[in-house]
């Protein structure tokens, strides 16, 4: 079974200032991990992914994740929040195929 | 290039009647995934076809069907349907590269059941 843990029902942060969003994954083997965006009443949108590789993985809007096996995380990072970046941010996890399990989620409201 | 596309985008229902969904992936994607997104259970897997077959099937009961055309476009069907199924409907699509690639989603199907 796979699963993925979001402790953190919402963060806020300062316009600027550095923010993270934290994920951790439970998958039997490898793991492949996913960062999504979704915006209100819209799908979700694909940030970045970690396969394999490099453990800092770069993605879409100037955001980055960085990979930790030993803690079995994956923290979605950005070094300086926009008020644009304010969104509903899911992690998943695969352990191979398209099923996708995710997290439930973290409100990132990033204010002036 | 297109994104994924589903079609309805807002859907009304009754309890008791059935729901067809339909989804177009972007053009060259061969694999469609189905997710259901509720506040209370929040995104979950239903299914993802390729190639006009099953490849994969979540925990849903089978009242939730799928197909998926020569074309790639799919379906999906929820007969008999509760309250409980009100929920935004996802579909996915993807490259069938033999790795794990991302999937992009369309804008969701909003079904109301009342």
């Known amino acids: 079974a796979q699963s993925v843990a979001q402790p953190e029902d919402q963060v806020n942060v300062a316009e600027g200032n550095p923010l993270t969003v934290k994920c951790t994954y439970s998958?039997?083997?490898?793991?492949?991990l996913f960062w999504y965006v979704q915006y209100p009443n819209r799908g979700l949108q694909f940030l970045l992914k970690?396969?394999?590789?490099?453990?800092l993985v770069k993605g879409s809007y100037g955001f980055e994740a960085e990979f930790n096996k030993s803690q079995t995380s994956f923290h979605l990072k950005k070094p300086s929040a926009l008020v644009s970046d304010s969104a509903l941010y899911f992690c998943?996890?695969?352990?191979?195929?398209?099923?996708?399990?995710f997290g439930t989620g973290t409100q990132l409201k990033v204010e002036l | 290039k297109a994104g994924v596309t589903q079609t309805p985008r807002y859907l009304i229902k009754t309890r008791g009647q059935q729901v067809t969904l339909s989804c177009s992936p972007i053009?060259?994607?061969?694999?469609v995934s189905w997710y259901q997104q509720t506040p209370g259970q929040g995104l979950q897997f239903l299914f993802e076809?390729?190639?006009?077959?099953?490849?994969n099937k979540g925990n849903f009961p089978g009242r939730f069907s799928g197909r998926q055309f020569s074309n790639s476009r799919s379906e999906m069907n929820v007969s008999t349907l509760e309250l409980g199924d009100s929920a935004l409907y996802l579909c996915?699509?993807?490259?069938?590269?033999?790795?794990?690639?991302?999937?992009?989603f369309g804008p969701g199907t909003r079904l109301t059941v009342l």
């Open positions: 996915a699509s993807s490259l069938p590269s033999g790795r794990v690639d991302e999937q992009f």
């Open positions: 998958v039997s083997g490898n793991p492949y």
């Open positions: 970690y396969i394999t590789g490099d453990n």
């Open positions: 998943a996890v695969t352990g191979g195929g398209n099923k996708l399990t």
């Open positions: 053009s060259g994607h061969r694999s």
């Open positions: 076809y390729f190639s006009e077959t099953q490849r």
